[in-house]
């Protein structure tokens, strides 16, 4: 996306923000990203969707990098681009909950935010995107979600009654890493 912009001055702060970047200082960028969303009104789909990037890229924070790529797409910024960074936090929320410490372990046993809140960047980008270009594995996540749900709600929940059930549904299923994780969870808890 082509930026238009208001002065001299902005594009000197932008040069400084993309520098920033560059460098790798992604805290910092944030805190510019924010500055100039404040200082430029007139470019909000532009630092909107730079600042989705920071906080992603500094913070990890997938919902709150959402919110602000949902804002870049509410202002006019590139679709194809919003899309596909809405989808790359949706998807990075489910592995950032599958390698942390907790893993689903904590996640999946309890009725924890975190889990539900890693579908609902799922259910996000389906209702932003109803017919974009991930909605078979947005549903397919979902899939896993309320399959889970059903298998603890059962006093079913196995690993190979995960498997076979996903597996069934899914056999060419692109997110059998998720389940294959949920499945070493379900077993070392056993």
Same mark, same amino acid.
């Given at each position: 996306?082509?930026? +238009? %912009?208001?002065?001299?001055? =902005? ?13 790798? &200082? ?5 805190? !510019? ?6 200082? %430029?009104?007139? &470019?909000? @789909? ?7 990037? $920071?906080?992603? !890229? ?13 804002? @870049? ?19 990075? @929320?489910?592995? %950032? ?6 893993? %689903?372990?904590?996640? $999946? ?8 809140? @890693? ?6 980008? =389906?209702? !932003? ?16 979600? &309320? ?7 059962? &006093? ?6 995960? +498997? ?27």
């Amino acid at each position: 996306m082509a930026i +238009n %912009f208001t002065s001299e001055e =902005e594009k000197n702060d932008f040069r400084a923000l993309s520098n920033t970047i560059q460098a790798g &200082n992604y805290e910092e960028a944030l805190h !510019l990203s924010k500055a100039l969303l404040e200082k %430029f009104p007139s &470019n909000k @789909a532009i630092y909107h969707n730079q600042i989705g990037a $920071m906080i992603y !890229l500094s913070k990890h924070d997938y919902w709150n990098a959402t919110k602000h790529y949902s804002k @870049a797409l509410e202002y006019g910024f590139d679709t194809d681009a919003c899309e596909d960074n809405i989808w790359e936090s949706a998807v990075d @929320a489910y592995k %950032f909950l599958i390698d942390s410490e907790e893993g %689903f372990s904590a996640l $999946m046993y309890t009725d924890t935010q975190e889990f539900i809140a @890693a579908n609902d960047l799922i259910e996000k980008y =389906e209702i !932003l995107f109803p017919s974009g270009k991930y909605i078979g594995e947005a549903k397919e996540l979902n899939y896993i979600f &309320n399959l889970t749900r059903a298998l603890q709600d059962s &006093n079913n929940y196995t690993s190979s009654a995960l +498997n076979q059930t996903y597996s069934t549904q899914y056999p060419d299923g692109k997110h059998h890493e998720v389940v294959t994780a949920l499945g070493e969870i379900i077993d070392n808890n056993s």
